[in-house]
């Protein structure tokens, strides 16, 4: 079972929509949850993060968690053209020994259309 | 805005050479990773460092692989002898805690 499972899409929406990005994770211990962008040939760039169940709002993006069905969802709003790219959903682990691992799911594409 | 800087941008070798990839952390930073992404395919965990030493490596980061970090600024990955399949982009980052992950631009590396 992959660690960080995420559609590849394309999911493709049209501008002014809301979109829908989500993501499941496979280990239990995971305690924080992040949500990157992609544009092709740069580096990820993050959105937001969430500890908590529930709902995280920040401008256009709000990020959902639910532990006990170990997913998470980013919601985009008035999605603009710009807002293509790929998400990425990362899962934090804390090792033993103190140090802490992201890891990263294969990401969905996004393609907001005109 | 502090950042994480990378050097060099890209690099061409052939296969079988040494190839050093150089990385600057964000100053106050604790926690360091590589991480590389072949193209149009995930970004794969490599390896973490802190408080010294590497805290977990991936299947990927084979006895080829190894991270030093040499002084108070510089974090370094070394391939010794790199293969084709070696070929993709490397992204250093940094964290100061359990937040925010912050990434480098990447090094491209291509294996001839």
């Known amino acids: 079972q992959k660690e960080v499972e995420q559609n590849s899409g394309p999911l493709s929406v049209p501008e002014g929509a809301i979109a829908s990005l989500n993501c499941t994770y496979s280990?239990?211990?995971?305690?924080?949850f992040f949500w990157y962008r992609q544009y092709s040939g740069k580096s990820p760039e993050l959105i937001m993060f969430?500890?908590?169940?529930g709902d995280k709002e920040d401008g256009r993006f709000t990020a959902q968690l639910n532990k006990a069905s170990q997913y998470v969802s980013l919601l985009i709003r008035d999605s603009q053209p710009s807002d293509s790219a790929t998400y990425l959903c990362a899962v934090n682990l804390i090792l033993t020994g103190g140090g802490n691992k992201l890891t990263f799911g294969t990401g969905t594409q996004l393609k907001v259309e005109l | 805005e502090p950042e994480v800087t990378q050097t060099p941008s890209h690099q061409v070798t052939q296969m079988g050479q040494e190839v050093i990839l150089h990385c600057v952390p964000i100053?106050?930073?604790?926690?360091f990773y590589w991480y590389r992404q072949i193209l149009g395919q995930k970004v794969e965990f490599l390896v973490s460092f802190y408080n010294n030493e590497i805290s977990e490596k991936s299947e990927i980061f084979d006895d080829q692989f190894s991270v030093e970090r040499p002084d108070g600024s510089n974090f370094t990955l070394k391939i010794r002898s790199t293969k084709l399949e070696d070929s993709a982009m490397y992204f250093c980052a940094s964290r100061a805690g359990q937040s925010e992950l912050f990434f480098g631009e990447g090094s491209r590396l291509t294996v001839l």
């Open positions: 280990d239990r211990g995971s305690q924080s």
């Open positions: 100053s106050n930073h604790l926690y």
């Open positions: 969430i500890y908590s169940n």
